[in-house]
């Protein structure tokens, strides 16, 4: 059996396709339309419980034991030791791994996620203060970022790993924060290098939407 994977598409969602690819894991997509409030059926919560896409079930866990895993952060975490794939056997390396994907959970994600929120507001009044306030914080996590990669290929050193995973997911919605690339050169070309791997281009294909009725 192949594991389940419960996203809509979202950047979080995104992260979990790109990883699934990366790793060559056999997996089902599940589509729970948030836009709908499926993520609030009570079959899902079991498996979620704070009522958030990703999600997944692996039926091959721990032992053969099936296990379901919420927040896409521990899911990479899960699928890293899972495989042993995009996560370091060397304790030193493992730490920088998991900085930068605290880093993403904690703050690439969060502040953008508000400029999603504003953004799409009517009200000129109410967007304008939080635009500007998580605009200027989202272009802070971007230079912080650029500063990282200026001396690093990846996030977490000279390979790829799941902290590359989680933070694609959200510089892939770079247009709709507002920013462009060419003001982060080494974002960019970070970017552009993990854009061009087939299986994360994959990850970004896969259907995580339904198709419109008709």
Known sequence: MNIQLYAFDTPNGRKISVALEEMGLPYDVRVVDITAGEQ???????????????????????????????????ILFYLGMKTGQFWPTDRTAQVAVMEWLMFQVGGFGPAPGQVHHFIALDDEGD??????????????LYGVMDRRLAEHA??????????????????????RHQVDLADFPNVQRWYRQMMARPATARGFEVALRRPAPG
């Open 40 to 74: 609030h059926d009570p079959a899902f919560v079991a498996i979620s419980p704070n009522h958030k896409i990703p999600a997944i079930v692996d039926p091959h866990g721990p032992a053969g034991v099936p296990i379901s895993v919420f927040e896409s952060g521990a």
């Open 154 to 175: 990846h996030f977490a050193g000279d390979t790829v790993s799941i902290a590359d995973f989680a933070i694609i997911g959200w510089a892939w919605r770079h247009a």
């Open 127 to 140: 967007r304008r203060y939080g635009l500007q306030r998580f605009m200027a914080e989202t272009r802070r």
